[in-house]
């Protein structure tokens, strides 16, 4: 049963002057004409602002890769979610019955969109500033933890720029399989060195976590070779 929206509100630590917004951004495609799709496309603008200010004025050091690489890992729809999560975002949500029965409601896609649409709202609501602050109050613990000493390359940034330091061609991918229902889809990747006749299969809940996967496989070989 969906959950009063009081509840979030008060979790989210702002109060619509304009009920209508909040309930936008919580209303999925599924659910009717009237839904969060033009309010995620903003706040997804929005977060990626604000974030992006934030670490650099957090980290005076880093370069303009190292700031899009921690941006990056902040505003990432898995990391959307799990933040939607810890704010019970799904118990609030007007889906479409056929998502309530697919289990729409603990999708991460849509719980991340969800969270960006409503940071859109309390844009339109309550202005940049307002906005701004519940970020910061969302993200806060999240950017104490961040460290450039920490922060890694993701397995295909690697792989691109330990080819290119070796002056052989970019890797090639391609989706073997996929394979279960769509709200649970399995990916197949291959990834393809044709230089070093090399080749290596990557899993994942996405054709991007298996082409990461198959890309950490392919470094493996690489370097074995190398040794």
Do not use: W
Not at 3 to 9: A, G, M, V
Not at 43 to 57: H, S, W
Not at 217 to 227: D, H, P, S
Request: net charge negative; hydrophobic share 40%.
């Amino acid at each position: 049963m969906r959950q009063p929206t009081e509840h979030l509100s008060k979790a989210i630590g702002y109060s619509f002057n304009d009920p209508s917004l909040f309930e936008n951004a919580l209303t999925h495609r599924s659910a009717g004409s009237i839904n969060n799709e033009r309010l995620e496309f903003l706040g997804d603008a929005i977060l990626g602002f604000v974030v992006a200010d934030e670490l650099y004025q957090q980290f005076k050091s880093a370069n303009e890769g190292q700031l899009s690489r921690l941006r990056a890992e902040m505003v990432k729809g898995e990391a959307l979610a799990v933040l939607a999560r810890e704010l019970d975002l799904g118990l609030y949500l007007a889906l479409g019955v056929g998502e309530l029965r697919s289990g729409g409601q603990g999708r991460d896609s849509i719980l991340a969109d969800a969270l960006e649409a409503i940071l859109a709202a309390i844009y339109l609501d309550g202005g940049y500033e307002a906005v701004r602050q519940v970020i910061h109050n969302l993200f806060q613990s999240k950017l104490k933890k961040l460290s450039l000493d920490s922060q890694k390359k993701d397995p295909k940034t690697r792989l691109q720029e330990h080819l290119q330091a070796h002056k052989h061609p970019l890797p090639e991918y391609s989706v073997a399989q996929v394979a279960g229902e769509q709200h649970e889809q399995q990916f197949l990747v291959q990834c393809v060195v044709t230089e070093l006749q090399l080749e290596c299969e990557g899993h994942g809940s996405s054709r991007r976590r298996a082409e990461q996967d198959a890309a950490e496989g392919m470094l493996t070989k690489i370097f074995q070779r190398e040794e």
